[in-house]
């Protein structure tokens, strides 16, 4: 483990900080370093004076992460009230990456500005860039105009949409970058009717997930290589839970991990599961839908860190 004791950023700076704690699914070992900086500036310096062989790994609100029993061997970035901030500006809403993407979609929708595919989102604003994050037919491609990032090696740099090569639940985002900011261009919209359409939307999500399950959102990606539009003209041949639901997995049980009852696509801690649970069960979900169906699922929780003994 690298000493970085003699490191004295204004940002707190953690040795052996135990992870499950600060992801949805609570599992994990701990991270050798966890580096929570004051702000951008702070970050940078930090990257700067880390030596070039030290890991970095950003880390969200862990909303879509499984860290595994061995934990991780790296210095886990994670951004806090500094990076949270939402600012509306005629058609523009720019969000800090630590800011909820709830919590943009609503204060957008007071402003008048539609930003609401965000609303059922799990996470904040800078995993939801990184994935791409989207639902109902919308995604983060469709409305990013730039990104601001503090590179591995301590440059503040902004990115154009072209340059992160957007995919479906993919970006290109620099190796060790950390992501700080987001400036989404965004249509307006009656502040009534776009509070109606994320209640109604929330009560589609509740009516259909486990939310109330301790869960890291979709375990696998679709096959079909988009995202539920929730219109009534919506196929699911190639949907990851209409696969897993084929090959009779709807329920299956791993020690204290689950595939969830109410959605099949679904991976849930349902009774104090170690990582190896959770990431045991999405392989086995996995192999037995590759012989049932011939397609091979790819895992859309991000499983990261070293096994445990």
Same mark, same amino acid.
């Given at each position: 483990?690298?000493?970085?004791?003699?490191?004295?950023?204004?940002?707190?700076?953690?040795?052996?900080?135990?992870?499950?704690?600060?992801?949805?699914?609570?599992?994990? @070992?701990?991270?050798?370093?966890?580096?929570?900086?004051? #702000?951008?500036?702070?970050?940078?310096?930090?990257?700067?004076?880390?030596? #070039?062989?030290?890991?970095?790994?950003?880390?969200?609100?862990?909303?879509?992460?499984?860290?595994?029993?061995?934990?991780? $061997?790296?210095?886990?970035? $994670?951004?806090?009230r500094?990076?949270?901030?939402? &600012?509306?500006? @005629?058609?523009? !809403?720019?969000a800090?990456?630590?800011?909820?993407?709830?919590? !943009?979609? $609503?204060?957008?929708? &007071?402003?008048?500005?539609?930003?609401?595919f965000?609303?059922? =989102?799990?996470?904040s604003?800078? @995993?939801? !860039?990184?994935?791409?994050?989207?639902?109902?037919?919308?995604?983060?491609?469709?409305?990013?105009i730039?990104?601001r990032?503090?590179?591995?090696?301590? &440059?503040?740099?902004?990115f154009?949409?072209?340059?992160?090569?957007?995919?479906?639940r993919?970006?290109?985002?620099?190796?060790?970058?950390?992501?700080i &900011?987001?400036?989404?261009?965004?249509?307006?919209?009656?502040p009534?009717?776009?509070?109606?359409?994320?209640?109604d939307?929330?009560?589609?999500? /509740?009516?259909?997930?486990?939310?109330k399950?301790?869960?890291?959102?979709? +375990?696998?990606?679709n096959?079909?290589?988009?995202?539920?539009?929730?219109r009534?003209?919506?196929?699911? /041949?190639?949907?990851?839970?209409?696969? =897993?639901?084929?090959?009779?997995?709807?329920?299956?049980?791993?020690?204290?991990?689950?595939?969830?009852?109410?959605?099949?696509?679904?991976l849930i801690n349902?009774?104090?599961?170690?990582?190896?649970?959770?990431?045991n069960?999405?392989?086995?979900?996995?192999?037995?839908?590759?012989?049932?169906? @011939? =397609?091979?699922?790819?895992?859309?929780?991000?499983?990261?860190g070293e096994?445990? +003994?």
């Amino acid at each position: 483990m690298t000493n970085l004791s003699s490191y004295t950023p204004r940002g707190a700076l953690t040795q052996n900080r135990p992870l499950a704690d600060l992801t949805w699914l609570r599992v994990g @070992g701990p991270a050798d370093w966890l580096f929570q900086p004051a #702000d951008a500036d702070d970050l940078a310096d930090f990257l700067r004076g880390l030596p #070039d062989d030290v890991a970095v790994f950003p880390m969200g609100v862990g909303s879509n992460l499984i860290v595994r029993d061995g934990g991780l $061997r790296a210095v886990v970035i $994670r951004l806090g009230r500094g990076f949270n901030a939402i &600012e509306i500006e @005629g058609a523009q !809403v720019t969000a800090g990456a630590a800011a909820l993407d709830a919590h !943009v979609a $609503r204060r957008a929708a &007071e402003a008048g500005r539609d930003l609401t595919f965000l609303r059922t =989102i799990p996470g904040s604003i800078g @995993g939801a !860039v990184v994935m791409n994050a989207g639902c109902y037919g919308a995604y983060v491609a469709d409305h990013l105009i730039s990104a601001r990032a503090v590179t591995r090696s301590g &440059e503040i740099v902004t990115f154009p949409p072209a340059e992160l090569d957007f995919g479906y639940r993919h970006s290109d985002l620099p190796e060790g970058a950390v992501l700080i &900011e987001a400036v989404f261009r965004t249509d307006p919209g009656d502040p009534a009717a776009l509070a109606t359409r994320m209640n109604d939307q929330l009560a589609r999500r /509740d009516a259909s997930q486990p939310t109330k399950e301790r869960s890291a959102g979709s +375990t696998f990606r679709n096959p079909a290589g988009f995202s539920s539009t929730g219109r009534e003209d919506d196929v699911h /041949d190639l949907k990851a839970w209409k696969l =897993i639901d084929d090959a009779g997995l709807r329920g299956a049980r791993l020690g204290g991990a689950q595939m969830s009852e109410k959605h099949s696509n679904f991976l849930i801690n349902a009774e104090q599961a170690s990582a190896a649970d959770l990431e045991n069960l999405g392989e086995e979900v996995r192999k037995k839908v590759l012989h049932n169906s @011939g =397609i091979s699922l790819e895992w859309e929780i991000k499983r990261v860190g070293e096994f445990g +003994t």
